[in-house]
């Protein structure tokens, strides 16, 4: 009995040897997606995103994103602008495990998987404004390079909510950032 604790500590200790903090900021175009019978819906509004994280070992993290919407977007309906509504996205809450894998030392390319919730607001003339919310599977890939220990520059490609159902709206996007390791 005893051996095993003495294991489960090593472990433990191990584990918190290599463990690190980190938080990354970025940009992001959020292309946002609704096929209904007849109609296809799209709009790509602007978003902030920040992600914080917990390394628990090289090839293992876990992680917390938030994205809030910077700018709005004109509606477009079968490629043609819908005069007058603009779409937001307005938040996008989510938590990731994230396995990675280092290609250099500086190089590391990782693939997110989780569940995510987004907010998504659509203005109309008039002043009428309508909010939606949604949950669901969220999943991305990307790359890091790391210009020093501490800091690195990021790119990923992020479907923010991928929903089952074709009918319901898809959120997917491109982001650009740089991230810093405590």
């Given at each position: 009995m005893n051996k095993l604790v003495i294991a489960s500590a090593f472990t433990l200790a191990a584990f918190s040897a290599s463990a690190q903090l980190y938080g990354e900021i970025g940009v992001t175009s959020i292309k946002i997606e609704e096929a209904t019978?007849?109609?296809n819906l799209e709009s790509s509004p602007a978003a902030i995103r920040g992600v914080f994280g917990y390394e628990i070992n090289p090839n293992l993290a876990v992680e917390g994103l938030v994205a809030l919407g910077i700018g709005d977007d004109e509606l477009r309906?079968?490629?043609q602008e819908i005069p007058g509504v603009k779409v937001e996205m307005s938040s996008v809450f989510g938590i990731y495990a994230k396995p990675k894998v280092n290609f250099t030392p500086e190089l590391e390319g990782f693939v997110r998987v989780g569940y995510a919730r987004s907010k998504i607001t659509t203005e109309a003339p008039a002043g009428s404004e309508a909010s939606t919310s949604k949950s669901g599977f969220s999943y991305g890939l990307g790359v890091s390079y790391a210009l020093s220990p501490?800091?690195?520059l990021n790119v990923d490609y992020m479907s923010y909510l991928d929903q089952t159902d074709p009918d319901d709206a898809k959120l997917t996007g491109l982001a650009f950032g740089a991230s810093y390791t405590f």
């Open positions: 019978p007849g109609l309906g079968n490629g501490q800091i690195s």
